[in-house]
Each structure stands twice: as structure tokens, then as C-alpha cells.
């Protein structure tokens, strides 16, 4: 499967964005498929998952009340919905699929990785 991450962009505190993952390749139904953001010098860290078998999601308390992951499985497509961004969710920020995964939260269980896209809120 390839994926293809896009809607980053420039926003000010307070404000939301919605990011798509766009999938191609292979059908969004057989993949857990999870957000992720990585600031420089930081370690990749996990935002949400949904699950293949289902749709069930998965937040990391960090996000959980801010974030929302859905997916469109007639365009095969994830998105993630920000809501009250803040500054230190500036990040760029990653989608993933994992075939037929079960641990949504656990990055090396990740087996195929979209480009990035930058998100950068302003206070």
C-alpha cells in the first residue's frame, strides 16, 4: 500500500485542521491505520489509530479530546481532525498502515509510511 499524506499548513493557536491520508494499492479495510508527528531531534510519537477489522480508535491521552481519526473506505482514505491546536502540536505529522494490525499503538508494528506533512501553529 501506498500513502500519500496531505493538508498540512500555517495556523494560529486555537484554530483546527483536518488532515487526509490517501491510500492507494491496497484497500484501507485489511490495514490498522494510525497518525503519528515527529518535531526535530524528537522521537516519532503515536496520535491515533483505527483499527481494519471494524473501525474502533485509539488516542493517545495526549490528543484523545482534541483529535478525531475516521476514515472513508469508499475513497480509501483516513483523516485526522485537529481541533484547539496549540503551538507545541507544531509537528510534522505522518500517516502509516499496518496490515491487519492489532497493537494500534505501537510504531515499529507499522509497516508502510506516508511522506509527512507540516504542521505549524502560531500563538
Known amino acids: 500500500v501506498q500513502l500519500q499524506a496531505s493538508g498540512g499548513g500555517s495556523v494560529q493557536a486555537g484554530q483546527s485542521l483536518t488532515l487526509s491520508c490517501q491510500a492507494s494499492?491496497?484497500?484501507?479495510?485489511?490495514?490498522?491505520m494510525g497518525w503519528f508527528r515527529q518535531t526535530p531531534g524528537k522521537e516519532r510519537i503515536f496520535l491515533a489509530a483505527?483499527?481494519?477489522?471494524?473501525?474502533?480508535?485509539y488516542y493517545a491521552d495526549s490528543v484523545k479530546d482534541r483529535f478525531t481519526i475516521s476514515r472513508d473506505t469508499a475513497k480509501n482514505t483516513v483523516y485526522l481532525q485537529m481541533n484547539s491546536l496549540k503551538p507545541e502540536d507544531t509537528a510534522v505529522y505522518y500517516c502509516?498502515?499496518?496490515?491487519?494490525?492489532?497493537?494500534?499503538?505501537?510504531?515499529?508494528?507499522?509497516?508502510?509510511w506516508g511522506q509527512g506533512t507540516q504542521v505549524t501553529v502560531s500563538s
Open positions: 502509516a498502515a499496518d496490515y491487519r494490525g492489532h497493537h494500534m499503538s505501537v510504531i515499529f508494528e507499522y509497516d508502510y
Open positions: 494499492g491496497a484497500s484501507i479495510n485489511s490495514y490498522t
Open positions: 483505527i483499527g481494519w477489522r471494524g473501525g474502533g480508535t
